[in-house]
């Protein structure tokens, strides 16, 4: 039970990872075709970046399925359920608490959730393919902490 709990956290923690390589090599390098729709303003629900969520849930869906498909994969799941956790947390924070692509009152308050949103927002000061900063979405560095005046 601990192992596989400490799967589910481990592959989460690794997911950031993942996101922030392809964020920063895929969506601004070779398929800044889809996510360019993401960097400019707009007034419809859906963007051609919203294909990436497609794609990236492709993983977590065969690992689940193989996992309790197959008695001898069964550990595969708890690498799903991870990676599953981490797209349930980027849609959250990313679409929902920083974009408002649902309606929400939401004021943060920690300083850590004010760091990692200055962070997105730094990161959408670029509108193009090249010069950006701050590719991660659940993790941002100090520097990105709001300076108090």
Known sequence: MLVNILIVLGTFIFMEGVAWFTHK?????????WHKSHHKKHDHFLE????????FSIPSILLIYFGYSYQEYSILKYFGIGIFLYGVAYVIFHDIIVHRR????????????????NAHYVHHKVHTKEGGKAFGFLFAPKKYDIKKD
Do not use: T
Request: hydrophobic share 55%; charged share 15%.
């Open 25 to 33: 090599y895929v969506m601004h390098g070779f398929l800044w075709s």
């Open 48 to 55: 051609m970046n919203d294909l990436f969520a497609v794609v």
């Open 102 to 117: 649902i309606k929400i009152n939401f004021k943060a308050s920690s300083s850590y959730m004010k760091r990692i949103m």
